[in-house]
């Protein structure tokens, strides 16, 4: 079990075990909790999980599982076993799917945080446009984050623009997990619905999800203080 109260998740996004330590030794457990992705987890499998566990941290599984209601269920209950404080799904595999995650944690004896993913923060309104959608992303995750509440999981990943309007359509408790997240001095990569900490924090966003910002910065210690820092006027 971890010792953070922080709203701030440092992306581990890396191809080895010793990559991703290296980077977790900077890192303080009781300023910022860890997020293990597809690239980690594929890499090292649940041993890196594990040693960042020992190392103190809360572990986010982020493998955003998207499938039939039981093949994600099972998927989440393998994810509850290895003891992580978050994992998630796509909300848009349906009702039913959301529906059988939420029944499989609350079987289990340990319950992470069972979050799900609304509209990629990568994804934009033309994006949407090439898939066809004739609502925008925000709409979309406004219409998924509902659809996530009323299904009784505990939050959802947005992007920070949406952390208000999801929040007042659902409850205030119902937990806004937002990336894309940029320093003002940061390029935004592939990233496109982008919002700084203090922005996000402002408009209501309980988690923010904070990878190349800090693991390609010179000082990854100093820019998560310098992030807390801001955070801390509200
Ligand atoms: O909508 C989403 C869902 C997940 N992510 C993940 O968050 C981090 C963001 O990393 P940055 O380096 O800060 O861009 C990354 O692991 C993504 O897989 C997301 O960005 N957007």
Known sequence: MGLSMSPIIVALDY????????????????ICRVKVGKELFT??????????????FDVFLDLKFHDIPTTTAKAV?????????????HASGGQR?????RD???KCRHKPLLIAVTVL?????????????????EEYALALARLSYKCGVDGVVCSAFEATDIKNHTCKDFLTVTPGIRLK?????????IMTPAEAAKNNADYLVIGRPVTQAKSPSVVIQDIVRDLSSF
Request: charged residues 20%.
């Open 43 to 56: 890499a090292c499998g649940p041993a890196i999980v594990e040693a960042l566990q020992k190392e103190g």
């Open 185 to 193: 001095e940061n390029h935004s990569d592939d990233q496109r619905r």
């Open 121 to 137: 923060t990568s994804m934009d309104s033309s994006d949407f446009k090439t898939l066809g959608h004739t609502i925008s992303p």
């Open 77 to 89: 209950n393998a994810a509850a076993q290895l003891g992580v404080w978050m994992v998630n799904i």
């Open 104 to 106: 499989a944690i609350e």
């Open 15 to 30: 191809p080895t075990k010793q990559a991703a330590l290296h980077m977790a030794k900077q890192l303080d457990p009781q």
């Open 97 to 101: 799917m959301l529906a059988a995650c």
